[in-house]
């Protein structure tokens, strides 16, 4: 080869151009070496190094070339071998190169020796950095997660050894660059091949989706220096710009490390227009053609974000070529422009002390990201709230645009999208946290105040008025009098009117003349002035102020006179002008109303303050309504997030977060672990951390807290405050410091109000479910402070302290054995004393406490008494012989102690109402409780016992056989034995259950109990409405009939008809809705004996009355969701509910069809019939009311099976319909339904079912619709060409129903068929709500024992005898008061419903 000085060394666009012969002077690779030819080569390479150090590659240059062309077949000893030669030999160069730089004597041959040396060496070096890591990229993604257990090991020699080698390797072209190598190109610029040459490996690293690592940081470090020494030293600038754009479109994985590298490179090497730079060329970018090409967007959102988040000043100063994209289709790229606007807000243009030119422009950011909370992107209105929730946090959001921000975070509630909900609720909380008026926001609270200090200011501002008018200067005065005084000097050039003279004289001076003139100006008499003005000027001429400049004409000069008189202009002006005063006055006064001033404008400010404060409180108000209906939702991180803010809410005093705070307490009983732990959370920020210096502070603090809540609750919200109260205990959460403040409470140790004394036995109540020993071991003083003498005082605090004690009779723990005794007390026991005698005091004074005082104590009596009933037989003996006394009282006569209970009847009419209201409630809660004792405690002790004895049988036998040592073929006479022991264990079950039943039927209410004396009372006052007029009397009465119904079928079976009845025709509410309830505990009980009455359920759901029907939906859903009661058709009627005034019903409603929806397939086999009635315009709803509720109802249609069979029968349905609103309904249902292509398909085939009905526009109208939306999905061809063709069909059939119905107007009196008007049955028609009370619009079903009159005389019981009232024959007719109908009208059909177990309550 020719020396070094003869050629020069080309940079190659390609390794291939250096194997061809580019002209004379141009180095070329000679010969290209084999594999083998390397290592021998390399060794020359090396010793050539020693000799002649850098400048070797000269001769040396084609080995590393030709390992580089044979780099994937040479073996990983050479390839480090030349790659450690080459660091070797550029670290050697680079070190050499400043001495050789600083040479001013180089001779131009070895200035050419070293510029081809540095470019060989670095072009090899390069290379050889770029062909490993390509090695290390390609294993990394073979080597996903290699298994076994030399992972490690395997890695460490594939790739860890190059990516340890890769930082110096870089460092060391990054001290190269350092170097002034402009040098070596003679003073000129370097070339930008090399410069590119040196970068190139950078970028390509950059490229491995692995390094935004955290291990790879030293490597970026490293990678970001070096491409600053270029940008820096060799004008990189413009290629940088390019290049990074480009790998910010290709490699999502750059954008952060960019991000990273350019803010480094703006702040520490001063390259703040590389800044400008990028962002010019992103904001160059086409909108549309990103949309198109959504490849790059990710990377320009994510650099755009995190660079405003490192240097936003910069970024302001560029942002305005970004704007574009806020109009453009990415939301990506508007979410990251907005989040630049958003950094630079909290970061940069922050704070009171912003110059005018900044804060416009503040506003005008926040006004754009105002303006995207309304984004047409779901994602964007979200990203936009997160921002102003990072903006609000960091209290960077002006004071005058709070009220903006709120209101929008208040609408986006009703979003359709999740997340915005999500992230609106999250801003309105920290609105709440950071909010600048006030820690407490309540409406009330801050309009008070606000009305003061309004009022306030206006009595400053009136004051200021009355101190110092409004000042009219006089020149303002003088334009306002012009007009006139022009008129009245206009008269003077005028003769003289009849009878007017001249009567005015002038004065001897000039200054008497003044004020004469002044005076008659101020008089408002203009003409006398100017009359006396034209006088003076005439004698005092050139005498001031008579000689002023003199006018074309005398009228002017006559004015300008007098304007100089006026306005004070002259030394002659009058004192006396009190807007006008001395000008030493006027600055001495100046200095007291600066303070004035300055109070009003705090005043102002303060007003302002409150106004803002009292605005925000209202929209947070307005909030908590939205916000509190969420807590329902089925997405569970709403249901969370609304749970948090209402803690958030109660935190700062708004008075309607409590009933937030209340509506979340269901949510404990949730399926979702999520939202059940976020109710467990709240309750203990809200009530478990209370703030107080000391333990008893706390303890008073957190009691209060709870209590409050207690106040007018309902019962299903003290039952599950009580379950999570419970958990807290279980838990050890509430301290006992706690437990000893409310026992204190209870026992007036404390100073505490009746309701707060209730509250604390409701509290320790709600605890010992948690830990029963609470209330256990102090059940002494419950009963004695609680159910002595006092109880007769406060009966509601008596029923909290049997609650209380019931909850000790709560189910045994597993770990006490399931065969363990239940827990009671003796009959003997000072409880059951006191509860008899609190029961019988009480029972003759009149109470509205009474009633439920009695049903909690008869309650805790059976589950907690040996021998209950004795004890209820004595208190029912008690309270009837006090009736009885009574009684005899109202008679005259004396009472005789051995007169039966029974002869209460006789003269109950004498008796008060609310004597007989106890006794008739007292008999009902007995009986009930009897049934349950009956039902679940004895039938579970005979069944605890039984498997006792069998065990004690199985052991004993097993014993037995042990000793006799059977051999081990018994084994199968063992099996055998508990296959028949299990057999007899299910006989014996349905034994007991016998036994219970045979009790209830023919003891209970036989001659012999006691209840059979009340019974006739009873039915006397169910029977006679109009003698027991009294609503309470007359709802106690229904509800006992109902308690005493469950005890016996045959008892049910005869007066069913007598309850319906009542349940129909009552006119008041409360009979009504208690019997709806005692009717479906019926359907319960004996369910074939109801099945009958079904329908008359059903009616009620169109009460008139809103408790009624709410009642009644909430039995139905019970019973039809326990599948208690067939569901046919008639569930309609629950469906009419979903457009219920009341919105308490409408939620019925909706969660019944929620809940009904869960059961396989059930709306989807009621639809068709839900369909038809309610279409029906004899007896269905409303067109618009219709469109309502299924609407609703199709929502839960989602399986594609059923919507194709939905297709399907809905097209049938239109051959039996009849009327044209049917017609519609059903067009109407087939809209609702997202059609397939199997869809399509049906509607095809049913075509000739509805083709005669497209006549009807509105028909027409939904298949259209049904059409377009089917188009809109997009299908394939050959599925469009069938809606074409279906669409030709339906427009063809409506035309030809268009053209008949004209023929048929044209023919005469012809009419349509399918119009033809149908002569509805009377079976279909409605009764009207108005006719609940007439008798002809009632049919009640026939009793059972005319259609079974053999059975009914076996089970007829004997003949008792029933006491008559004379005081109803007298009084009134059997017509006017009787209540039941005949019993001809029984219904003739029953359908029994299969039981799934004889062991039903148990």
Same mark, same amino acid.
């Given at each position: 080869?020719?020396?070094?000085?003869?050629?020069?060394?080309?940079?190659?666009?390609?390794?291939?151009?250096?194997?061809?012969?580019?002209?004379?002077?141009?180095?070329?690779?000679?010969?290209?070496?084999?594999?083998?030819?390397?290592?021998?080569?390399?060794?020359?390479?090396?010793?050539?190094?020693?000799?002649?150090?850098?400048?070797?590659?000269?001769?040396?240059?084609?080995?590393?070339?030709?390992?580089?062309?044979?780099?994937?077949?040479?073996?990983?000893?050479?390839?480090?071998?030349?790659?450690?030669?080459?660091?070797?030999?550029?670290?050697?160069?680079?070190?050499?190169?400043?001495?050789?730089?600083?040479?001013?004597?180089?001779?131009?041959?070895?200035?050419?020796?070293?510029?081809?040396?540095?470019?060989?060496?670095?072009?090899?070096?390069?290379?050889?950095?770029?062909?490993?890591?390509?090695?290390?990229?390609?294993?990394?993604?073979?080597?996903?997660?290699?298994?076994?257990?030399?992972?490690?090991?395997?890695?460490?020699?594939?790739?860890?050894?190059?990516?340890?080698?890769?930082?110096?390797?870089?460092?060391?072209?990054?001290?190269?660059?350092?170097?002034?190598?402009?040098?070596?190109?003679?003073?000129?610029?370097?070339?930008?091949?090399?410069?590119?040459?040196?970068?190139?490996?950078?970028?390509?690293?950059?490229?491995?989706?692995?390094?935004?690592?955290?291990?790879?940081?030293?490597?970026?470090?490293?990678?970001?220096?070096?491409?600053?020494?270029?940008?820096?030293?060799?004008?990189?600038?413009?290629?940088?710009?390019?290049?990074?754009?480009?790998?910010?479109?290709?490699?999502?994985?750059?954008?952060?490390?960019?991000?990273?590298?350019?803010?480094?490179?703006?702040?520490?090497?001063?390259?703040?227009?590389?800044?400008?730079?990028?962002?010019?060329?992103?904001?160059?970018?086409?909108?549309?053609?990103?949309?198109?090409?959504?490849?790059?967007?990710?990377?320009?959102?994510?650099?755009?974000?995190?660079?405003?988040?490192?240097?936003?000043?910069?970024?302001?100063?560029?942002?305005?070529?970004?704007?574009?994209? =806020?109009?453009?289709?990415?939301?990506?790229?508007?979410?990251?422009?907005?989040?630049?606007?958003?950094?630079?807000?909290?970061?940069?243009?922050?704070?009171?002390?912003?110059?005018?030119?900044?804060?416009?422009?503040?506003?005008?950011?926040?006004?754009?990201?105002?303006?995207?909370?309304?984004?047409?992107?779901?994602?964007?209105?979200?990203?936009?709230?997160?921002?102003?929730?990072?903006?609000?946090?960091?209290?960077?959001?002006?004071?005058?645009?709070?009220?903006?921000?709120?209101?929008?975070?208040?609408?986006?509630?009703?979003?359709?999208?999740?997340?915005?909900?999500?992230?609106?609720?999250?801003?309105?909380?920290?609105?709440?946290?950071?909010?600048?008026?006030?820690?407490?926001?309540?409406?009330?609270?801050?309009?008070?105040?606000?009305?003061?200090?309004?009022?306030?200011?206006?009595?400053?501002?009136?004051?200021?008025?009355?101190?110092?008018?409004?000042?009219?200067?006089?020149?303002?005065?003088?334009?306002?009098?012009?007009?006139?005084?022009?008129?009245?000097?206009?008269?003077?050039?005028?003769?003289?009117?009849?009878?007017?003279?001249?009567?005015?004289?002038?004065?001897?001076?000039?200054?008497?003349?003044?004020?004469?003139?002044?005076?008659?100006?101020?008089?408002?008499?203009?003409?006398?002035?100017?009359?006396?003005?034209?006088?003076?000027?005439?004698?005092?001429?050139?005498?001031?102020?008579?000689?002023?400049?003199?006018?074309?004409?005398?009228?002017?000069?006559?004015?300008?006179?007098?304007?100089?008189?006026?306005?004070?202009?002259?030394?002659?002006?009058?004192?006396?002008?009190?807007?006008?005063?001395?000008?030493?006055?006027?600055?001495?006064?100046?200095?007291?109303?600066?303070?004035?001033?300055?109070?009003?404008?705090?005043?102002?400010?303060?007003?302002?303050?409150?106004?803002?404060?009292?605005?925000?409180?209202?929209?947070?108000?307005?909030?908590?309504?939205?916000?509190?209906?969420?807590?329902?939702?089925?997405?569970?991180?709403?249901?969370?997030?609304?749970?948090?803010?209402?803690?958030?809410?109660?935190?700062?005093?708004?008075?309607?977060?409590?009933?937030?705070?209340?509506?979340?307490?269901?949510?404990?009983?949730?399926?979702?672990?999520?939202?059940?732990?976020?109710?467990?959370?709240?309750?203990?920020?809200?009530?478990?951390?209370?703030?107080?210096?000391?333990?008893?502070?706390?303890?008073?603090?957190?009691?209060?807290?709870?209590?409050?809540?207690?106040?007018?609750?309902?019962?299903?919200?003290?039952?599950?405050?009580?379950?999570?109260?419970?958990?807290?205990?279980?838990?050890?959460?509430?301290?006992?410091?706690?437990?000893?403040?409310?026992?204190?409470?209870?026992?007036?140790?404390?100073?505490?109000?009746?309701?707060?004394?209730?509250?604390?036995?409701?509290?320790?109540?709600?605890?010992?479910?948690?830990?029963?020993?609470?209330?256990?071991?102090?059940?002494?003083? =419950?009963?004695?402070?609680?159910?002595?003498?006092?109880?007769?005082?406060?009966?509601?605090?008596?029923?909290?302290?049997?609650?209380?004690?019931?909850?000790?009779?709560?189910?045994?723990?597993?770990?006490?054995?399931?065969?363990?005794?239940?827990?009671?007390?003796?009959?003997?026991?000072?409880?059951?004393?006191?509860?008899?005698?609190?029961?019988?005091?009480?029972?003759?004074?009149?109470?509205?406490?009474?009633?439920?005082?009695?049903?909690?104590?008869?309650?805790?009596?059976?589950?907690?008494?040996?021998?209950?009933?004795?004890?209820?037989?004595?208190?029912?003996?008690?309270?009837?012989?006090?009736?009885?006394?009574?009684?005899?009282?109202?008679?005259?006569?004396?009472?005789?102690?051995?007169?039966?209970?029974?002869?209460?009847?006789?003269?109950?009419?004498?008796?008060?109402?609310?004597? =007989?209201?106890?006794?008739?409630?007292?008999?009902?809660?007995?009986?009930?409780?009897?049934?349950?004792?009956?039902?679940?405690?004895?039938?579970?002790?005979?069944?605890?016992?039984?498997?006792?004895?069998?065990?004690?049988?199985?052991?004993?036998?097993?014993?037995?056989?042990?000793?006799?040592?059977?051999?081990?073929?018994?084994?199968?006479?063992?099996?055998?034995?508990?296959?028949?022991?299990?057999?007899?264990?299910?006989?014996?079950?349905?034994?007991?259950?016998?036994?219970?039943?045979?009790?209830?039927?023919?003891?209970?209410?036989?001659?012999?109990?006691?209840?059979?004396?009340?019974?006739?009372?009873?039915?006397?006052?169910?029977?006679?409405?109009?003698?027991?007029?009294?609503?309470?009397?007359?709802?106690?009465?229904?509800?006992?009939?109902?308690?005493?119904?469950?005890?016996?079928?045959?008892?049910?079976?005869?007066?069913?008809?007598?309850?319906?009845?009542?349940?129909?025709?009552?006119?008041?509410?409360?009979?009504?809705?208690?019997?709806?309830?005692?009717?479906?505990?019926?359907?319960?009980?004996?369910?074939?004996?109801?099945?009958?009455?079904?329908?008359?359920?059903?009616?009620?759901?169109?009460?008139?009355?809103?408790?009624?029907?709410?009642?009644?939906?909430?039995?139905?859903?019970?019973?039809?969701?326990?599948?208690?009661?067939?569901?046919?058709?008639?569930?309609?009627?629950?469906?009419?509910?979903?457009?219920?005034?009341?919105?308490?019903?409408?939620?019925?409603?909706?969660?019944?069809?929620?809940?009904?929806?869960?059961?396989?397939?059930?709306?989807?086999?009621?639809?068709?019939?839900?369909?038809?009635?309610?279409?029906?315009?004899?007896?269905?709803?409303?067109?618009?009311?219709?469109?309502?509720?299924?609407?609703?109802?199709?929502?839960?249609?989602?399986?594609?099976?059923?919507?194709?069979?939905?297709?399907?029968?809905?097209?049938?349905?239109?051959?039996?319909?009849?009327?044209?609103?049917?017609?519609?309904?059903?067009?109407?249902?087939?809209?609702?339904?997202?059609?397939?292509?199997?869809?399509?398909?049906?509607?095809?085939?049913?075509?000739?079912?509805?083709?005669?009905?497209?006549?009807?526009?509105?028909?027409?109208?939904?298949?259209?619709?049904?059409?377009?939306?089917?188009?809109?999905?997009?299908?394939?061809?050959?599925?469009?060409?069938?809606?074409?063709?279906?669409?030709?069909?339906?427009?063809?059939?409506?035309?030809?129903?268009?053209?008949?119905?004209?023929?048929?107007?044209?023919?005469?009196?012809?009419?349509?068929?399918?119009?033809?008007?149908?002569?509805?049955?009377?079976?279909?028609?409605?009764?009207?709500?108005?006719?609940?009370?007439?008798?002809?619009?009632?049919?009640?079903?026939?009793?059972?024992?005319?259609?079974?009159?053999?059975?009914?005389?076996?089970?007829?019981?004997?003949?008792?005898?029933?006491?008559?009232?004379?005081?109803?024959?007298?009084?009134?007719?059997?017509?006017?008061?009787?209540?039941?109908?005949?019993?001809?009208?029984?219904?003739?059909?029953?359908?029994?419903?299969?039981?799934?177990?004889?062991?039903?309550?148990?």
């Amino acid at each position: 080869m020719a020396s070094s000085s003869s050629w020069e060394f080309h940079l190659p666009f390609a390794p291939a151009d250096l194997l061809q012969d580019a002209g004379p002077g141009r180095y070329m690779v000679q010969e290209v070496l084999t594999v083998r030819e390397l290592p021998p080569a390399l060794t020359a390479f090396r010793t050539a190094f020693r000799v002649r150090g850098a400048l070797a590659v000269l001769q040396h240059f084609d080995p590393i070339y030709s390992l580089l062309h044979h780099f994937q077949a040479v073996g990983a000893a050479v390839k480090e071998d030349a790659l450690e030669l080459m660091t070797q030999v550029v670290s050697q160069h680079s070190n050499e190169l400043p001495a050789i730089l600083g040479d001013s004597g180089l001779s131009h041959a070895d200035r050419t020796a070293h510029l081809n040396a540095l470019k060989m060496n670095c072009y090899l070096l390069t290379g050889l950095v770029d062909a490993f890591e390509m090695e290390a990229c390609k294993s990394g993604l073979l080597e996903v997660d290699p298994g076994g257990k030399n992972k490690k090991n395997r890695t460490k020699t594939s790739r860890s050894l190059w990516e340890e080698e890769r930082e110096p390797l870089l460092q060391l072209l990054t001290r190269l660059l350092h170097l002034d190598l402009r040098q070596l190109w003679g003073g000129l610029v370097v070339e930008e091949e090399f410069v590119s040459l040196m970068t190139g490996s950078c970028y390509r690293i950059l490229e491995n989706s692995n390094i935004g690592f955290q291990k790879y940081r030293a490597t970026r470090e490293a990678v970001t220096h070096l491409l600053a020494a270029a940008l820096v030293h060799y004008d990189h600038m413009f290629s940088a710009t390019l290049k990074i754009t480009q790998m910010l479109q290709h490699f999502e994985h750059v954008a952060s490390v960019f991000a990273q590298a350019v803010s480094l490179w703006a702040t520490e090497y001063g390259l703040k227009s590389l800044v400008g730079e990028l962002l010019r060329e992103i904001g160059h970018k086409c909108p549309q053609d990103l949309a198109r090409d959504s490849s790059g967007i990710k990377g320009y959102a994510t650099f755009i974000t995190d660079l405003a988040e490192r240097i936003p000043a910069l970024v302001l100063s560029n942002i305005s070529v970004l704007l574009p994209h =806020l109009d453009g289709e990415s939301y990506l790229m508007r979410n990251a422009v907005l989040a630049a606007m958003a950094e630079v807000l909290v970061q940069v243009l922050n704070g009171d002390q912003l110059e005018e030119a900044s804060r416009g422009t503040r506003d005008q950011f926040l006004n754009m990201l105002q303006a995207h909370i309304c984004d047409i992107n779901g994602f964007v209105r979200s990203r936009v709230l997160q921002l102003f929730t990072r903006i609000v946090q960091c209290k960077a959001l002006p004071l005058t645009q709070f009220q903006s921000v709120v209101s929008l975070a208040v609408g986006r509630l009703k979003d359709k999208s999740v997340v915005v909900v999500k992230n609106a609720i999250q801003l309105l909380a920290a609105f709440l946290s950071n909010n600048p008026f006030s820690c407490k926001l309540s409406c009330t609270d801050l309009a008070e105040p606000l009305k003061k200090e309004v009022q306030k200011l206006q009595e400053m501002r009136d004051r200021g008025r009355s101190t110092a008018a409004p000042v009219i200067t006089p020149e303002e005065e003088w334009e306002a009098m012009l007009p006139e005084v022009r008129a009245a000097t206009q008269q003077l050039f005028q003769p003289l009117q009849e009878g007017e003279e001249e009567v005015l004289d002038i004065e001897e001076t000039v200054e008497s003349t003044t004020e004469q003139i002044t005076g008659l100006l101020r008089k408002l008499n203009y003409k006398s002035a100017a009359r006396l003005t034209q006088k003076a000027l005439c004698r005092f001429q050139g005498k001031e102020p008579f000689s002023g400049p003199t006018e074309e004409n005398e009228e002017a000069t006559i004015l300008g006179v007098l304007k100089r008189l006026y306005t004070g202009s002259c030394p002659g002006e009058n004192s006396e002008d009190p807007p006008r005063g001395n000008s030493s006055l006027n600055t001495e006064e100046v200095v007291p109303e600066e303070q004035p001033q300055t109070e009003l404008v705090k005043q102002q400010m303060l007003v302002q303050y409150l106004q803002d404060a009292y605005d925000f409180s209202v929209k947070i108000t307005e909030a908590l309504s939205l916000i509190s209906k969420m807590m329902y939702e089925n997405s569970v991180s709403v249901v969370q997030e609304a749970i948090e803010f209402f803690v958030t809410v109660s935190q700062f005093g708004v008075p309607q977060a409590l009933l937030g705070v209340r509506r979340m307490l269901p949510l404990i009983w949730s399926k979702e672990p999520g939202i059940k732990e976020a109710v467990l959370n709240a309750y203990r920020q809200l009530y478990l951390s209370p703030s107080g210096d000391s333990e008893r502070a706390r303890a008073q603090n957190l009691v209060h807290s709870l209590s409050l809540i207690m106040v007018d609750a309902s019962l299903g919200t003290i039952q599950c405050l009580e379950e999570i109260i419970s958990e807290f205990v279980q838990k050890d959460e509430i301290k006992p410091a706690v437990i000893q403040l409310l026992w204190e409470r209870f026992t007036e140790k404390s100073q505490c109000s009746s309701l707060e004394r209730r509250a604390a036995v409701m509290l320790l109540g709600m605890m010992a479910r948690g830990k029963p020993e609470i209330i256990g071991s102090n059940l002494d003083v =419950l009963v004695t402070v609680g159910l002595s003498e006092k109880a007769c005082e406060d009966y509601r605090l008596a029923q909290e302290v049997c609650n209380a004690i019931s909850k000790l009779a709560s189910k045994p723990k597993p770990a006490q054995g399931k065969n363990s005794a239940p827990f009671r007390l003796p009959q003997n026991h000072t409880l059951f004393g006191c509860l008899s005698e609190a029961l019988s005091k009480g029972f003759a004074q009149p109470s509205s406490h009474w009633i439920p005082f009695m049903e909690a104590a008869v309650m805790l009596i059976y589950q907690l008494a040996e021998g209950a009933e004795e004890i209820c037989a004595q208190i029912l003996q008690l309270c009837s012989q006090q009736t009885l006394e009574k009684l005899q009282e109202a008679d005259g006569q004396k009472a005789d102690p051995g007169v039966s209970p029974s002869r209460v009847s006789d003269g109950a009419s004498a008796l008060p109402t609310f004597l =007989l209201m106890h006794l008739v409630s007292l008999v009902g809660q007995v009986a009930l409780q009897q049934v349950a004792y009956l039902e679940v405690s004895v039938s579970a002790e005979l069944r605890r016992r039984r498997i006792l004895r069998e065990e004690e049988k199985a052991t004993k036998k097993h014993s037995d056989s042990s000793t006799k040592k059977q051999r081990p073929r018994s084994t199968g006479n063992e099996t055998t034995m508990e296959e028949e022991l299990g057999l007899v264990g299910a006989s014996a079950d349905d034994t007991e259950a016998e036994l219970i039943r045979s009790i209830c039927e023919t003891e209970l209410l036989d001659g012999k109990h006691l209840f059979s004396a009340f019974v006739p009372l009873v039915l006397k006052i169910c029977n006679n409405p109009g003698l027991y007029s009294d609503p309470a009397l007359s709802a106690a009465a229904a509800l006992t009939l109902g308690k005493v119904c469950m005890i016996s079928s045959e008892f049910c079976d005869s007066h069913l008809r007598l309850l319906f009845t009542m349940m129909e025709k009552s006119t008041l509410p409360g009979v009504r809705s208690n019997l709806i309830i005692a009717a479906g505990d019926l359907a319960i009980r004996f369910p074939n004996l109801v099945e009958p009455w079904t329908s008359h359920l059903y009616a009620r759901l169109r009460d008139p009355c809103p408790s009624v029907r709410q009642t009644a939906g909430l039995v139905m859903t019970h019973l039809i969701l326990k599948d208690m009661v067939k569901v046919k058709g008639q569930v309609s009627e629950m469906a009419t509910l979903l457009i219920d005034p009341e919105e308490a019903i409408m939620g019925v409603a909706q969660n019944f069809f929620s809940e009904l929806s869960n059961k396989d397939n059930a709306i989807y086999n009621l639809l068709p019939d839900i369909i038809s009635r309610l279409s029906d315009p004899t007896c269905g709803v409303e067109e618009e009311s219709f469109h309502i509720i299924m609407r609703h109802l199709f929502s839960y249609i989602t399986k594609d099976k059923q919507t194709e069979s939905l297709v399907e029968k809905l097209c049938q349905r239109f051959r039996t319909a009849r009327t044209e609103r049917q017609y519609r309904d059903l067009s109407h249902c087939l809209t609702l339904l997202p059609v397939s292509e199997r869809g399509l398909h049906k509607l095809q085939d049913n075509f000739d079912c509805f083709a005669d009905k497209l006549q009807d526009p509105a028909v027409y109208s939904c298949f259209q619709t049904v059409l377009a939306r089917f188009r809109r999905a997009g299908s394939k061809p050959e599925i469009k060409a069938l809606a074409e063709e279906l669409e030709q069909k339906l427009a063809a059939s409506h035309n030809r129903g268009l053209d008949s119905a004209e023929t048929c107007q044209e023919g005469g009196d012809t009419p349509m068929p399918g119009l033809t008007k149908r002569k509805t049955t009377g079976s279909s028609r409605r009764h009207p709500l108005s006719t609940v009370n007439r008798d002809e619009g009632f049919v009640t079903p026939q009793p059972r024992n005319l259609r079974n009159q053999k059975g009914a005389q076996k089970r007829r019981p004997p003949k008792k005898a029933i006491i008559t009232f004379s005081s109803d024959e007298e009084n009134s007719s059997e017509d006017d008061l009787s209540a039941e109908l005949n019993e001809e009208e029984t219904p003739t059909k029953t359908t029994p419903i299969t039981r799934s177990s004889a062991r039903r309550l148990r």
